[in-house]
């Protein structure tokens, strides 16, 4: 079974703070997402990665960046916490074939529930 | 108008019965179509995953796909309270990572 671990459930954090937010997959998958859920607005992409620190903005990505020096690693980083960015982050992988095309299916981790005072 | 569309609910049955669970998509190019659970607090987890139009079945799950009217179900027969839980669906193109979902839609099996 794929398994993604997230490394944090619920998460405090006050306003300005920089936040990590760390993702680690066990399938040797090539690509790895990270998600925020919102009530009403579904799963939004923030950024996704095809490769070792390779990555491609998502949907909403103003706000965050990403870090992946490892292909089972991949790491959201709010640089400076804001209160709209209290939210569930999902972290995704799925098997890639060389970059942008997959057949294969996205796996989630279990969530972050951060919430930013 | 979003791309996928998807009843919020929440959706209360009561137990045994069949759940009927659909999605609305406008763009005629998506070619995968997958259902996820979520349950409260936790990831999502995929239940079914289809390319192209038909039907795929597993176990008590049913996913249909009729790309002629856009419209994608999943049916759930002799539903579980342990089915409680919210239902996502997600399309994609073909040769894509990107994922389009809908919002999700709430159902509670009631004992």
């Known amino acids: 079974d794929v398994k993604v671990t997230q490394s944090s459930r619920y998460l405090v954090k006050r306003t300005g703070e920089k936040v990590f937010l760390e993702c680690v997959q066990d399938?040797?998958?090539?690509?790895m997402f990270w998600y925020r859920q919102d009530p009403g607005l579904g799963l939004r992409l923030i950024y996704f990665?095809?490769?070792?620190?390779?990555?491609e903005k998502g949907d909403i990505p103003e706000g965050y960046s990403v870090s992946r020096e490892k292909k089972e690693r991949f790491s959201l980083i709010l640089e400076s916490a804001s209160t709209n960015q209290t939210s569930m982050y999902l972290c995704?992988?799925?098997?890639?074939?060389?970059?942008?095309?997959?057949?294969?299916?996205?796996?989630f981790g279990p969530g972050t529930r951060l919430t930013v005072l | 108008q979003k791309e996928v569309e998807q009843d919020p609910g929440p959706l209360s049955v009561p137990e045994g019965a069949i759940v009927s669970l659909n999605c609305t998509y406008s763009?005629?190019?998506?070619?995968?179509f997958m259902w996820y659970r979520q349950y409260s607090r936790k990831g999502p987890e995929l239940l079914m995953y289809?390319?192209?139009?038909g039907n795929k079945e597993d176990g008590r799950f049913t996913a249909q796909v009729d790309k002629s009217s856009k419209y994608i179900s999943l049916f759930i027969r002799d539903s579980q309270p342990s089915d409680s839980a919210t239902y996502l669906c997600?399309?994609?193109?073909?040769?894509?990572?990107?994922?389009?979902f809908g919002t999700g839609t709430r159902l509670k099996v009631l004992a």
């Open positions: 990665s095809y490769d070792v620190k390779m990555k």
């Open positions: 997600a399309v994609s193109t073909s040769g894509t990572y990107k994922y389009i």
């Open positions: 289809t390319y192209s139009s």
């Open positions: 763009n005629s190019a998506f070619q995968y």
């Open positions: 399938m040797d998958h090539e690509n």
């Open positions: 995704a992988s799925q098997e890639g074939a060389g970059g942008y095309t997959s057949t294969d299916t996205q796996y």
